[in-house]
Each structure stands twice: as structure tokens, then as C-alpha cells.
């Protein structure tokens, strides 16, 4: 092979030099946090302008870019915190707009229902979303894994655990 034959195409066991394409990858933990960040600035957006949509829309986003860009190995502690980050994020904006103002509880309460109510299809869309993207990822998978972790952890408890027939005194 000379020098200006091409060599082997780069695999998954080739090692990236400095300057070399890396796909971006965020953690689960990222991830969540990415959405409850972009669901509160939507929310407070969508609460200030007056345009309740935009709240949902900020989370149905930050669900599709969360899934894309998560860690195959977090796509279960992604699939299932959508509704939470959203509930955070809506919280946190109403708590910030509410500041100062009179009867903060009833407000927080009546507007945290408003945008709750707002953006209820969204949150649908976005859940949604988020576990068929995640099944074509590689959710199904994890859901396997984890299953097979908690089978074997029931079965080495029952291993450590004396039977219940050899502790009894035979009858006599």
C-alpha cells in the first residue's frame, strides 16, 4: 500500500485526533436540566408577552433537541421526565412573574392551572415525541436492561435469604 492509497475507512474503534468530528452528546442529567432552563424562560416569555402557546412550544422543542441529543444509555431517565421538567420550568416562571405581587398563592395557583391548561396538548405532543424517538434510539433496549438488572438483584436477594421450609422446626 503506498502513501497515497486511501487506508481503512475510520471505525467506532478508531481514535478522533484533535481536529476531528465529535457528534454532540449530553447526559441525561444535561439533558433534563436543558428543559426545565428552556421551559422556564419559555414560560416567563409566554407569561410577560401574553401568548400562552409559546410555552408549549419552547417544551415541545427542548423534548425533540433533548432525545436527539441525549446519550443512548439516558434515553430512560430522559423518556420519563418530560411532564416533570415542564412543570418545573412553568413553577419557576410563575414564582419569577409573581414576585411582589399581592395574594401570590391564589396567583400562582390560578396561573401555574392557566399554563398547565395552555399547554396540555403540547405536553402530549412533546411526551409523545420524546418515546417514539426514543424507541427508534434505542429505549426499548434500556427498558430491557433494566428489567434484567432488577431480575437479578431479586434473584441474589433470594439467594442470600435463608428458605422459609429450613428455619421452621419440623413437626413431630
Not at 15 to 37: E, H, S
Not at 39 to 59: I, R
Request: net charge neutral; proline share 8%; aromatic share 6%.
Amino acid at each position: 500500500m503506498s502513501r497515497d492509497e486511501p487506508g481503512p475507512a475510520p471505525g467506532p474503534h478508531v481514535v478522533a485526533g484533535p481536529g476531528a468530528y465529535r457528534p454532540l452528546r449530553m447526559t441525561g442529567r444535561g439533558a433534563v436540566l436543558l428543559m426545565i432552563v428552556v421551559c422556564f424562560v419559555s414560560s416567563l416569555t409566554a407569561l410577560l408577552l401574553g401568548q400562552p402557546t409559546l410555552g408549549g412550544l419552547g417544551f415541545f422543542g427542548a423534548a425533540i433537541f433533548a432525545v436527539v441529543f441525549v446519550r443512548p444509555a439516558d434515553l430512560l431517565t430522559l423518556s420519563v421526565c418530560p411532564p416533570l421538567a415542564y412543570f418545573l420550568g412553568a413553577l419557576l416562571a410563575e414564582l419569577a412573574h409573581g414576585i411582589g405581587s399581592e395574594h401570590t398563592t391564589g396567583n400562582l395557583l390560578m396561573g401555574l392551572g392557566a399554563q398547565l391548561a395552555h399547554a396540555a396538548p403540547w405536553l402530549f405532543l412533546g411526551t409523545a415525541a420524546v418515546l417514539v424517538i426514543g424507541v427508534f434510539r434505542g429505549l426499548a433496549t434500556n427498558i430491557r436492561e433494566f428489567s434484567d438488572e432488577l431480575n437479578a438483584a431479586r434473584l441474589r436477594r433470594r439467594a442470600q435469604s435463608p428458605s422459609d421450609d429450613e428455619s421452621e422446626p419440623a413437626a413431630g
